[in-house]
């Protein structure tokens, strides 16, 4: 069974950062791409970043130039710094992972951006 195990949310006022780490455990051969998504209270889940195995990297529009994705393939890790963090990207986040054509997801990690 494929576990994804996040860490890094928190508590932080807006203008600062946050860096969410995410570990892929279990029968892995290979993981094809990695990506991190949010949830707001009331609203859907919705895809925030992704890095193909490649390193090729794809962000939302609201989060351009603020946050930066990044992976070790060797480790199977995924990293999200984010920066300039605003209210409006607190959320539970998700870091998801695509591997041998399935799909698993974490358990989340709560980021609250609050002054």
């Known amino acids: 069974q494929v576990q994804l195990e996040e860490s890094g949310g928190g508590l932080v006022q807006p203008g600062g950062s946050l860096v969410l780490a995410c570990v892929a455990s279990?029968?892995?051969?290979?993981?094809?791409?990695m990506a991190w998504y949010r949830q707001a209270p009331g609203e859907q889940r919705k895809l925030v970043a992704e890095?193909?195995?490649?390193?090729?990297?794809d962000y939302v529009d609201s989060v351009k130039g603020r946050f930066t994705i990044s992976r070790d393939i060797a480790k199977n890790t995924v990293s999200l710094q984010m920066n300039s963090l605003k209210p409006e990207d607190t959320a539970v986040y998700y870091c998801?992972?695509?591997?041998?054509?399935?799909?698993?997801w974490g358990q989340g990690t709560q980021v609250t951006v609050s002054s």
């Open positions: 998801a992972a695509s591997v041998a054509g399935y799909f698993y």
């Open positions: 890095i193909t195995s490649g390193g090729v990297t």
């Open positions: 279990g029968p892995i051969f290979r993981v094809n791409e």
